[in-house]
Nanobody
Framework: VQLQASGGGSLQPGGSLTLSCKIS????????ISWLRQAPGKEREGVAC?????????SYGDFVEGRFTISRDNRRNSVYLQMNNLQPNDTATYYC????????????????WGQGTQVTVSS
């Protein structure tokens, strides 16, 4: 499985951005897909996850507080992260990743990661 994140950029606080994750090598609808992020000097953390198949159950990190929405388009083998009201502490490299059918952020071992995309929020 290969995952490629795109759509990052630099923006001011309060702005919005949509990240895209293209999955290849497998049929994405059999996999739960997570967005993870890591800022310099900080721990890796889970941002959002959407479950496999038609369930499409979503889960979010506590810090999201309703600002982000994860979605998927299985016909395009893609997953998206709509981010609104971005703040400086959202600055990080964002990755899409999968651990099969799990949305489990307690242990990041076993995840397949793609190359990340940088999001920088500053005034």
């Amino acid at each position: 499985v290969q995952l490629q994140a795109s759509g990052g950029g630099s923006l001011q606080p309060g702005g919005s951005l949509t990240l895209s994750c293209k999955i290849s090598g497998v049929s994405a609808d059999y996999y739960s897909i997570s967005w993870l992020r890591q800022a310099p000097g900080k721990e890796r953390e889970g941002v959002a996850c959407i479950s496999y198949g038609e369930h499409r159950t979503t889960s979010y990190g506590d810090f999201v507080e309703g600002r982000f929405t994860i979605s998927r388009d299985n016909r395009r083998n893609s997953v998206y992260l709509q981010m609104n009201n971005l703040q400086p502490n959202d600055t990080a490299t964002y990755y899409c990743a999968t651990k099969g059918r799990d949305c489990d952020w307690s242990d990041f071992r076993g995840y397949y990661w793609g190359q990340g995309t940088q999001v920088t929020v500053s005034s």
